[in-house]
């Protein structure tokens, strides 16, 4: 069958025909299944406590980036390679098993704040791509910690299980953080 060529002209003139077919090939493209389909979104915790005790306080006892175990009550150890300098990795080794290893980011004295990333440990916790940063704030007599962190699920694809879906890596760092935090004000107001 001989090819049919339309003038240039034509198209010109009658640009609906063309665009018709234009809107209908991405109307499918939209409606395929592959379109609907995403993967995870990223997730946000903040998580915060009031403690009774001047700030400088309680920035001495969580300042050292090695010294997680000194407050958290889930951490056995918790060692530095470079103690605050940026660039330290930390293995941190759980109570009852596991073992996370992250990176310090950044460190403010000044600002009684550090960040950091988590490098492994995903077994021990159900996120990936984690970042964090642990906070003292003064308010008068008192001061206030934050700890927020980002993060994606465990489970990257789409229809992860249960235990790596978003919610489970939402409650596993609120739990940490609240443990964390809640164990930081009972140890500094003597509760």
Known sequence: MPAVSLPH????HRPWPALALLVAAGAAALLSPGARAHGPT???V????TINAPAATVWALVRPFDALQAWHP????SRATQGNEPGSVRTVRLKGGGELEETLETWDD???KYSYRLKAGGAALPVTNYSATLR????????????RGAFYRGYPN???????NDEAAVRAVTGVYRAGLDQLRKQ???R
């Open 42 to 44: 990223r997730q946000k």
């Open 9 to 12: 002209r034509s198209l010109r």
């Open 158 to 164: 789409n229809d992860p299980p249960p235990d790596q």
């Open 188 to 190: 500094v107001e003597g």
């Open 74 to 77: 889930a951490v056995e150890s």
């Open 136 to 147: 003292v704030s003064a308010d008068g007599e008192r001061c206030q910690v934050e700890w």
């Open 110 to 112: 000044a600002q009684m």
């Open 46 to 49: 903040v998580e915060s406590v």
